[in-house]
């Protein structure tokens, strides 16, 4: 009523001023049982020639939807007839990407909450002025929950004619932010389709931190909506497969990724419209991609790692050795505090640099096309062997039978005689030789991460670990009050250092079992024989540095480390094709052979799978299967739930495990994946419980 008395008004500039500073008087909103509907424009008045977007605005109850361009297997998709002055246009709907707002077996595509959907819209080179253009559209749409609701909404806009351009902000932004989910086309990446048998392969060049990826079709006829879509990587392209309905001659789409396009995530739809080839045999097979593992940035992954280092501390496979490094904090506790910091900063440099060298050294490899991962020199018997002979000399030193710097008698004295900074500093380096057997908490993606990253975020994301693994240490040689408190070196310390010894000597028996599964009974024989030489060696050069008879007890030096390099060799080099001998069967589950074949073929037939990355190098993964997998509650629901557990064993080197830890965004071990029947697979924690397991099997 206000408005058209507004038109009488003779002053027409003074109409066209009060019109452009009064948003939302030639806005009308159409109010619908469970939408809101309104005509909204990027500007405030209309100036002749020139081009304006308008926007249908839909406001949804909660849990109601409107559909997409194509609604997918049931469901209609808004229109809208425009009644316009003479002269003006309005264009198409410009369909912002949808998201999946209904399950199997029926999936549709639309939206929830609030959209814009965008027009563009033309005016006439003059327009008889001043006055008022009113723009009128009815706009008809489903509007669906549990039950659906045809209805339609007349909208009005009143928009005075003006000389100069009058923006409204407001309908810019959310017209803009409407137009942002258009979907585009980025010159950089290219997407294929292929079609063999009933599948339809998309493909594109593998996009560093991509996640969730679905793809929509915009017409009827290419897919089955509610058939699972697989994400997989083969070599450097990502696939997506398809299940095909009808005989189309190309894909026309979005394909939609939930952490974005490019390098800012920025473009989240890509528009597909692409020529469909046919395979004369079937593509290779690829490795499953799980949404989100590689989707965080740089700063999210490098608190992963400084997380995952922190508690790296308190993994079985470490705190042997770094009890010992808190050994020699204590015998500084009563010196200088300024030392004490000094031997920290000691122990982080031994760290960092070993944490840089293993980067150095997983990234040339990768380069160089080998596929290897955290954890990987653990694979070698050699190296296990080495680990095995040199944590059994370690012990050895801290019973006493031979000196190292920091020696039992200076222990029980008055007078702190601590060793050198080059012990912290190689403590520091064998912490971390010790540490890959094991996977903390946060630490798998952020190693995925870094691993697909360039070189030098890879170093920032182990830099990262590192201090996060030192970080304790630091705070204990910057806070010598806490130390301070403890009774003055004495006997009692000779005693802790004895007792320090015998984790140790745990750590390796478990790598003389490591070995033993690797290279089966007759490695672990001659490793015991060269354990035996080591501490032949060790004897005598005790006797040495005692004062006794040198030429003796130097024999005994040679001839012990002469037996234990022999023996050693041996057993590093027995043939893997005995480790199967030695091998027992798991109690509980009947785990058979990871293959991807094997995957493809239970999923083909509608079974559930789990898959253990496993290694018997990898102390977390023994503990889980002990705590979690290997119980009778777990064994039991596998049983009644027809679950086919696969072990994917990685305690030798195999290239199509380590693909496949790469296709989840992992670098090492441990990684449990359970694939539900019908459905994407699932990531289960790195640290398992009964529950976490129970959970994913939707119990």
Known sequence: MWTAELRRLACGPLLALLLIHLPG??????????????????????????????????????????????????????????????????????????????????????????????????????????????????????????????????????LPVVEQAAPDPTGQRAIAAARARLPRQLPEITVGACRFGDRVYLDWPVQIGSGGVRFFPDREGQIRHAAPQLLERVGERARLSLEAVGGADAVTGVLVNDRGWDTGGQVRALQVNAPLASLASAPPAGQAIVAGAGGMGLALAAAFAL????????????????????????????????????????????????????????????????????GFQLQSPGF????????????????????????????????????????????????????????????????????????????????????????????????????????????????????????????????????????????????????????????????????????LPGAVVVIGLGFAVVLGFGAAMRPAAQAAASASPAAGIDWQPWSSAAVDAQRAAGRPVFVDFTAAWCIS????????????????????????????????????????LAGFGRSGVPLYVYYPPGAPPQLLPTVLTPGAVLKALGD
């Not at 010790?434 to 070189?455: D, I, Y």
């Not at 009778?632 to 990685?650: E, I, M, Y």
Request: aromatic share 10%; charged share 10%; with cysteine.
């Open 307 to 374: 997380l995952g280092g922190l508690i790296l501390n308190l993994m079985p496979c470490v705190f042997p050795v770094l009890s010992v490094k808190v050994l020699s904090f204590i015998q500084l506790a009563h010196g200088d505090p300024g030392r004490l910091r000094r031997h920290g900063l000691a122990f982080l440099g031994g760290v960092l640099v070993s944490f840089w060298l293993l980067a150095g050294l997983l990234l040339a490899l990768r380069a160089a096309g080998g596929g290897v991962g955290w």
């Open 384 to 551: 296990v062997a080495a680990m095995a002979l040199l944590l059994t000399a370690v012990g050895l030193n801290l019973m006493g039978a031979f000196e190292v710097g920091l020696g039992l008698s200076r222990l029980a004295g008055s007078a702190p005689q601590p060793a050198g900074y080059p012990g912290s500093f190689l403590t520091g380096t064998l912490a971390v030789l010790v540490a890959t057997p094991c996977t903390a908490p946060f630490m798998g993606a952020a190693l995925g991460f870094a691993l697909a990253r360039p070189a030098w975020e890879a170093l920032v994301i182990f830099t990262a670990l590192g201090f996060g693994m030192a970080l304790p240490y630091l705070l204990l040689a910057e806070a010598p009050g806490l130390l301070a408190r403890l009774p003055r070196p004495g006997q009692w310390m000779v005693t802790l250092r004895q007792g320090l010894a015998f984790p140790l000597f745990a750590t390796a028996v478990w790598l003389v079992w490591v070995l033993g599964r690797q290279s089966g009974v007759d490695a672990v024989g001659l490793l015991l024989l060269a354990a035996l030489g080591v501490g032949f060696a060790a004897w005598g050069l005790g006797h040495v540095q005692r004062g006794g008879r040198r030429w």
């Open 621 to 660: 993964c023994q503990v889980n299967k002990r705590v979690a997998l290997d119980t009778p509650v777990v064994s039991a629901h596998f049983a009644r739930l027809g679950v086919v557990p696969l072990k994917a064993d990685w305690t030798r080197y195999d290239p199509a495990i380590t693909q496949a």
């Open 25 to 158: 008087l030639s806005a009308a909103q159409a109010e619908g049982l469970h939408a809101r509907v309104e005509l909204i424009a990027d500007v405030r008045g209309v100036l002749p020639g020139q081009p304006f977007a308008l926007g249908v605005r839909f406001q949804l109850d909660r849990g109601w939807h409107i559909y997409w361009q194509n609604p997918g297997d049931s469901g209609l998709p808004p229109r809208i007839d425009w009644q316009l002055p003479a002269g003006f246009a309005a264009g198409a709907i410009e369909w912002p990407y949808p998201q999946q707002v209904s399950k199997p077996p029926v999936v549709t595509y639309g939206y929830e909450d609030e959209i814009v959907l965008p027009v563009a819209a033309t005016t006439p080179q003059s327009i008889a002025g001043p006055g008022l253009a009113t723009l009128r559209a009815t706009a008809h749409y489903l509007v669906c929950k549990d039950v659906c609701l045809p209805e339609q909404a007349e909208l009005r806009l009143d």
